[in-house]
DNA sequence: TTATTATGTTGTAATGATTACAATATTGAT
DNA sequence: ATCAATATTGTAATCATTACAACATAATAA
């Protein structure tokens, strides 16, 4: 998934959106990262290659690159929002022990409903929740050993 | 939906949650007014009837509810939760327009996936973006004036 | 290249929903 | 009626996000 500076450069251009070392590098980030990073660590992430970097760019970008539909955001708990580069259609999993957000498959096209037959859908959004294997193991131990 | 205070006495009661006056009325507010409202807009449709009602509480009794399962959490936009007494499976579609938010019915169940095969899926949520068809009406009434 | 204009970046300060906490009140059980 | 556990209240804190104004940079045209 990662991409080069100058093919991220193509996508922003052919998006409209203005060229700048910051939007190039917060795009970059996300094609690297992908485990859904929170505008924190992109910030913190980022800090070291450009110290000058503040916080506000970080949102605005993120906020330039939903826009333009190369960045999806992801709101499952009310705290903190979460970014993900990946924009096709996809679930999901956030583990409430860990906190780390999980991909999944699921056509979700396929849900669409009657209900919504006059209704303009601009985007689609499918998360769960719950507790991951890897967390699940630590809890059965943790019961066995009572 | 909506239900008398003895039956959501009961319910309360079948889930193991202590009564007090301001989660039953939290509760029927919610099956009064099934519009998935914010707490802002709890706090003050019951602070005519409890003028001591605290904010805090319907905090609290909304986050006791949840856990119960009496109630759902819809975090579509990260600024504001809205709550909803419909627990059943469905999903949200809310207008970017108006700002409502209206229930489909939606057979989430159908969408689980093998990538999730080893994880414990506590909770489903299904939301959609876009214009409802009232806001709808209006764009397009805009741009033929044009 | 240079000048011009539009737009992006930065830092600070504000906003606003949500939570923490301690004092007080109420519930449920004995 | 008493008592322990839990709920309510009000205030203050938290913390992600946004507003804003000064400044810097990118795109465009000469």
Same mark, same amino acid.
């Given at each position: 998934?990662?991409?080069?500076?100058?093919?991220?450069?193509?996508?922003?251009?052919?998006?409209?959106?203005?060229?700048?070392?910051?939007?190039?590098?917060?795009?970059?980030?996300?094609?690297?990262?992908?485990?859904?990073?929170?505008?924190?660590?992109?910030?913190?992430?980022?800090?070291?290659?450009?110290?000058?970097?503040?916080?506000?760019?970080?949102?605005?970008?993120?906020?330039?690159? $939903?826009?333009?539909?190369?960045?999806?955001?992801?709101?499952?708990?009310?705290?903190? $929002?979460?970014?993900?580069?990946?924009? $096709?259609?996809?679930?999901?999993?956030?583990?409430?022990? /860990?906190?780390?957000?999980?991909?999944?498959? $699921?056509?979700?096209?396929?849900?669409?409903?009657?209900?919504?037959?006059?209704?303009?859908?601009?985007?689609?959004?499918?998360?769960?929740?719950?507790?991951?294997?890897? /967390?699940?193991?630590?809890?059965?131990?943790?019961?066995?050993?009572?």
């Amino acid at each position: 998934m990662k991409r080069s500076y100058e093919e991220l450069t193509k996508e922003l251009k052919m998006k409209n959106i203005r060229l700048s070392h910051q939007r190039l590098k917060v795009l970059e980030y996300l094609t690297i990262h992908m485990d859904h990073p929170t505008v924190d660590q992109i910030y913190n992430g980022l800090h070291k290659e450009i110290p000058t970097l503040s916080k506000t760019t970080v949102y605005s970008t993120l906020s330039a690159l $939903a826009d333009a539909g190369l960045v999806r955001i992801i709101n499952i708990e009310d705290n903190e $929002a979460r970014y993900d580069i990946r924009v $096709a259609d996809h679930g999901h999993f956030k583990c409430e022990s /860990c906190g780390t957000i999980y991909d999944f498959q $699921a056509n979700i096209d396929s849900l669409t409903t009657v209900d919504l037959k006059r209704f303009d859908i601009k985007d689609k959004n499918l998360y769960f929740k719950g507790c991951c294997p890897t /967390c699940l193991v630590g809890k059965n131990e943790a019961s066995l050993s009572k």
